[in-house]
């Protein structure tokens, strides 16, 4: 099969009129309940035909006892069944002209020698998957977002309301839709998602097919993916430099395997053999991708992308940033992890260094670096914290030598009170990003956090985290 007729047929597993479900279960303890609530739950807008030779009723609607029972066409199929009875229902499919399949069942190629067999026989079967498409196995389906709370939800775990944004995520393990990513979500609800694709063992669909499709979505601007095996890396290389160059769309990777036995682990998970490290590396400096540490990082920085976009920030060529900070201490310790990373704190111009300087007292001149310790002149203007903080972010980022400003501030709800929103016309104003972290009183530093994401402003936890954020982030030209 071409790699354009893999790309072109994959609409049916986003856009589906129709779709059944295998599996279905009238118990709601069981993952074959949620999964057809999610459904449900997320007014997914075709027709939905729940399966189970047992027949009777879910969630108000009929259980068929076959495929043959339905009358209606079906064009995508869910199998959340034992991978011993997959052959005779991709059978059923393929005579129903069904056009896709999401095995999201366990117990292929990656299971030893039976799980291979039946590989070799779906293979043979879908006349090399000419006849179906197939998602899976061993994954958590797709999820969609159509619009806010809507879309296609065929995850097996249950699945909270999302907005619908520019960012999608495709994960060789189910972790993702089935945990992390409604973990991720909940924790920042303004963080809009378009996709989140499971791919599992890659029997038929590979990261390769999936990406190639989601580059040519005009709707979309940053793909985050974890891969624990290249199927075809040349082509993984080629497309992930056609998604950068030609449509400015920024991939984050997260690629698993590095060490001997991550590589085993993966191994066994999947059925593929990793690759080593230094291929890896090679991969990500070819390939314009920005390498996650770890799934922590991946949605930091898919986040971070995805916030700076809503917001009309410019891309950063120039790893270069000011430091405000209320504390000299926080500062040093910022300043001394840019250079770790290579994030410059320049020598302020002089016109923006003058405008600073009339914010402090005579005895304590600002730094001549990007290093603003804002506390003395907080003191000079008799406690006014709000204005001087906000005054040290925005000239500092008036300067030309200056892309980015990280703020290290305390927040008190009641003693030193700060509008964060008013960071909203600063940012808009010089279209560079504002990287905070911020500390105080917990709980009211969960309501500030509130705010943040009314803002799309992200809240970053550690020096570390801000500057290697922002460095991961910077483009090259």
């Known amino acids: 099969m071409t790699d354009q007729k893999k790309s072109t047929d994959l609409d049916v597993f986003f856009h589906s009129r129709s ?30 035909y729940p399966i189970n030779p047992k027949g009777g ?11 043959s029972e339905v009358e209606g066409s079906v064009e995508l199929a869910i199998l959340y069944i034992p991978s011993s009875k997959a052959i005779q229902v991709l059978k059923d499919c393929i005579q129903k002209g069904v056009k896709g399949a999401i095995i999201e069942a366990a117990g292929f190629g990656e299971v030893g020698e039976e799980g291979k067999k039946l590989k070799e026989q779906i293979i043979a079967l879908t006349e090399n998957f000419t006849k179906i498409r197939v998602l899976g196995p061993n994954c958590t389906g797709i999820t969609f977002v159509e619009k806010d709370g809507e879309g296609f939800f065929s995850s097996f775990i249950p699945m909270g309301k999302t907005k619908a944004g520019s960012l999608a995520i495709v994960s060789q393990s189910g972790f993702i839709n089935g945990a992390y990513y409604p973990d991720f979500t909940s924790r920042n ?20 097919d999936i990406l190639e499709y989601l580059i040519h979505d005009k709707d979309l601007s940053t ?23 030609n449509y400015g769309k920024r991939i984050v990777l997260l690629r698993s395997g590095l060490s001997s036995i991550g590589s085993n682990a993966t191994t066994s998970h999947t059925g593929a053999l990793a690759e080593k490290s230094e291929l890896i590396k090679a991969v990500i400096a070819q390939s314009h991708c920005i390498q996650a540490d770890d799934f922590w990082d991946l949605f930091n920085i898919t986040r971070t992308l995805s916030f700076m976009k809503d917001t009309n920030i ?16 926080a ?147």
């Open 189 to 208: 609800p303004n963080l809009g998602v378009r996709y989140v694709i499971t791919i599992g063992n890659k029997m038929d669909l590979d990261e390769n």
């Open 331 to 477: 500062g040093a310790i910022m300043a001394d992890w840019s250079e770790k990373y290579g994030v410059k704190i320049p020598l302020l111009d002089d016109e923006t260094y003058s405008n600073l300087a009339k914010l402090y007292p005579p005895w304590m001149a600002p730094n001549k670096y990007a290093l603003i310790d804002y506390w003395p002149a907080v003191e000079n203007a008799k406690g006014d914290y709000q204005r001087i903080l906000l005054d040290c972010i925005d000239i500092g980022l008036s300067s030309p030598r200056i892309n980015a400003a990280f703020v290290a501030a305390y927040h008190n709800a009641t003693a030193w009170k700060v509008d964060w929103n008013l960071l909203k016309e600063i940012m808009a104003r010089h279209q560079k990003p504002i990287f905070i972290w911020l500390f105080g009183e917990y709980h009211e530093l969960v309501e500030a956090e509130k705010i943040f994401q009314e803002i799309k402003i992200p809240i970053y936890h550690s020096e570390r985290e801000i500057v290697q954020t922002f460095k991961k982030i910077v483009q090259l030209k």
């Open 19 to 48: 779709v059944a479900v295998f599996g279905a279960s009238t118990n709601p303890n069981k993952s074959g309940y949620k999964l057809v609530q999610n459904l449900i739950d997320h007014n997914y807008k075709g027709k939905i």
């Open 314 to 329: 410019k891309p950063i060529y120039d790893a270069s940033a000011c430091v405000v900070t209320i504390s000299g201490a």
């Open 223 to 245: 793909i985050g993916m974890y891969i624990e095996s290249f199927r075809d890396v040349r082509r993984f290389i080629k497309l992930c430099n056609e998604a950068y160059k």
């Open 57 to 67: 009723e879910i969630l108000g609607r009929k259980l068929y006892t076959s495929l």
